[in-house]
């Protein structure tokens, strides 16, 4: 079966300050993977997807970067986090868009000071 | 751009009640329409999913409908429970891109 995990599952950092979050899906391969971020009385917004290694989409502009430097790895970047970057990211993951669900994983939780 | 909407944004009803949640989308272009369930604090759990040339899914207690001409979706949760509380999340997979658009939530608390 497959399973996917999301690494820290809660993070404090101050503003202007670096991040990283991961994310690793096992259990199948060549999946499509997503990032998300859903912020206080808002709904989630799709960051970026990955239809393979190397190959990003963005699909807001913002203070965020991804990559995803292996098959079933993804990760979330910034260089220099903002206050607004506050939010509870999710990665997700399906190999068919059209006709599968997204399967998510249990979040991380920003809180920029 | 697809805007998703969800009616009502919160909804407390007692245990045993039957219930609808309702979800509007502006773009009928759509790959498949998908309810999702979050509990506070964690991600989300697919529930069901419909696709376009489909009007409706089950699952146990659970029956969702489409009407993509209407732009409309339904969520009916018969004989509700407490554990039935949740945030139930409406997105649609647009033909256009890859983004799940997803409604703010409808916040259901069922009390015993």
């Known amino acids: 079966s497959q399973t996917i995990h999301q690494w820290p599952a809660t993070l404090v950092q101050p503003v202007g300050s670096p991040l990283s979050l991961e994310c690793t899906v096992e259990g199948t391969s060549n999946p499509n993977l997503y990032w998300y971020r859903q912020a206080a009385g808002r709904g989630l917004q799709l960051l970026f997807y990955s239809v393979g290694i190397g190959q990003i989409s963005s699909e807001v502009p913002q203070n965020l970067s991804a990559s995803r430097p292996q098959d079933r790895q993804f990760i979330l970047s910034s260089k220099k986090l903002l206050l607004s970057d506050s939010g509870f990211y999710l990665c997700a993951w399906n190999r068919d868009r059209g006709q599968e669900t997204q399967y998510f994983g249990p979040g991380t939780r920003l809180l920029v000071l | 751009k697809q805007e998703v909407t969800q009616i009502p944004a919160a909804l407390s009803v007692p245990e045993g009640e039957n219930l609808v949640l309702n979800c509007s989308f502006t773009?009928?272009?759509?790959?498949?329409l998908q309810w999702f369930r979050q509990d506070p604090g964690k991600g989300l759990t697919s529930l069901l999913l419909i696709q376009s040339s489909q009007r409706e899914q089950t699952s146990g207690r659970l029956n969702a409908s489409l009407d993509k001409s209407s732009g409309r979706s339904t969520l009916y949760i018969a004989a509700s429970q407490p554990g039935d509380s949740a945030t139930y999340l409406c997105?649609?997979?647009?033909?256009?891109?890859?983004?799940?658009?997803f409604g703010k939530g409808t916040s259901l608390l069922v009390t015993p």
């Open positions: 997105a649609v997979n647009s033909n256009s891109g890859y983004a799940l658009n």
């Open positions: 773009d009928s272009a759509i790959y498949n």
